[in-house]
C-alpha cells in the first residue's frame, strides 16, 4: 500500500478521497492550516498534519513530503481574495511540485477543473479571472515538470452522493459532478499509474470510472 499526502486535507473532496484511500489500506497524511481539524481527517482514516501552504518554503514543503509515493494537490484559496488565489492555487502549488521533485516523489495528481486548454478564455473583468490564471498557470508547470503527473478537471461541483459513474473525452461539454465522484476518479488515477500523463476533464456521468478510463 502507499504513503499518500493530500493538500488541502479538509476540504471537502480531500476528506471523501482520505476515506476511499484509507478503506483499502493506503496511508493517507492530510496537510490542513487548522488544527481543529484535524478530529475530520482522523475520522475519515487520515494523518492530520498541521502546514500553512501560504508561507511554507519548497524545503519545508520537501521535508514533509520525503518518503511519500504520491501527493495529491486538493487545496484552494476559496475565491473572493485575488491576491490569495494567487499565493495558493498559484505559487504554494508550484512550490509544492518543485517540493515533490526535491523529495522524489514521482507521483502527482492535480485536482483542477475543466476548462478550455491551455487558453481558459476567461476575460480580466471577471471575479473568476484570478482564479482562472492561477490554475492554468500551476497546471501549466505540473505538465511541464518530470514528475509523473495527472490532471483532473471536474466540472461544477454537486454535494449529492456519487454513483462512481463519469463521462469524458473529446466533443463533452462542461456540466457538473458529484464531489463523491471526484474524490473516487482521484483514488482510481492514483492506484492506476498508466493514467499519468493525462489531462481529465469530467462530468458525471453513464459509465463506470474503471470503464472511462481504463
Same mark, same amino acid.
Given at each position: 500500500?502507499?504513503?499518500?499526502?493530500?493538500?488541502?486535507?479538509?476540504?471537502?473532496?480531500?476528506?471523501?478521497?482520505?476515506?476511499?484511500?484509507?478503506?483499502?489500506?493506503?496511508?493517507?497524511?492530510?496537510w490542513v492550516r487548522n488544527p481543529d481539524h484535524g478530529?475530520?481527517?482522523?475520522?475519515?482514516?487520515?494523518?492530520?498534519?498541521?502546514?500553512?501552504?501560504?508561507?511554507?518554503?519548497?524545503e519545508q514543503m520537501a521535508e514533509l513530503l520525503r518518503?511519500?509515493?504520491?501527493?495529491?494537490?486538493? #487545496?484552494? @484559496?476559496?475565491?473572493?481574495?485575488?491576491? =490569495?488565489?494567487? /499565493?495558493?492555487?498559484? +505559487?504554494?502549488? *508550484?512550490?509544492?511540485? !518543485?517540493?515533490?521533485?526535491?523529495?522524489?516523489?514521482?507521483?502527482?495528481?492535480?485536482?483542477?477543473?475543466?476548462?478550455?486548454?491551455?487558453?481558459?478564455?476567461?476575460?480580466?473583468?471577471?471575479?473568476?479571472?484570478?482564479? #482562472?490564471? @492561477?490554475?492554468?498557470?500551476?497546471?501549466? =508547470?505540473?505538465? /511541464?515538470?518530470?514528475? +509523473?503527473?495527472? *490532471?483532473?478537471?471536474? !466540472?461544477?461541483?454537486?454535494?449529492?452522493?456519487?454513483?462512481?459513474?463519469?463521462?469524458?473525452?473529446?466533443?463533452?461539454?462542461?456540466?457538473?459532478?458529484?464531489?463523491?465522484?471526484?474524490?473516487?476518479?482521484?483514488?482510481?488515477?492514483?492506484?492506476?499509474?498508466?493514467?499519468?500523463? =493525462?489531462?481529465?476533464?469530467?462530468?458525471?456521468?453513464?459509465?463506470?470510472?474503471?470503464?472511462?478510463?481504463?
Amino acid at each position: 500500500m502507499a504513503k499518500i499526502t493530500i493538500i488541502g486535507g479538509h476540504g471537502k473532496v480531500a476528506l471523501r478521497l482520505a476515506r476511499l484511500l484509507s478503506a483499502v489500506g493506503h496511508e493517507v497524511h492530510s496537510w490542513v492550516r487548522n488544527p481543529d481539524h484535524g478530529a475530520d481527517v482522523a475520522a475519515a482514516g487520515g494523518t492530520a498534519v498541521v502546514a500553512d501552504l501560504e508561507t511554507m518554503s519548497v524545503e519545508q514543503m520537501a521535508e514533509l513530503l520525503r518518503g511519500k509515493d504520491a501527493v495529491v494537490w486538493s #487545496a484552494g @484559496a476559496g475565491g473572493g481574495d485575488p491576491k =490569495r488565489t494567487y /499565493a495558493v492555487d498559484r +505559487d504554494a502549488a *508550484i512550490r509544492s511540485m !518543485s517540493a515533490a521533485e526535491q523529495a522524489g516523489v514521482r507521483r502527482y495528481v492535480m485536482v483542477s477543473y475543466f476548462y478550455d486548454r491551455p487558453d481558459h478564455g476567461v476575460p480580466e473583468d471577471s471575479s473568476f479571472y484570478p482564479y #482562472a490564471e @492561477a490554475k492554468a498557470a500551476a497546471d501549466g =508547470r505540473l505538465q /511541464a515538470s518530470g514528475l +509523473d503527473w495527472t *490532471i483532473l478537471g471536474p !466540472s461544477a461541483l454537486r454535494d449529492e452522493p456519487g454513483g462512481s459513474r463519469i463521462e469524458t473525452g473529446a466533443g463533452v461539454a462542461k456540466s457538473s459532478v458529484s464531489r463523491d465522484d471526484v474524490a473516487a476518479v482521484a483514488a482510481y488515477v492514483l492506484d492506476h499509474p498508466e493514467t499519468a500523463g =493525462r489531462v481529465i476533464d469530467f462530468n458525471g456521468g453513464d459509465a463506470p470510472i474503471a470503464e472511462v478510463l481504463g
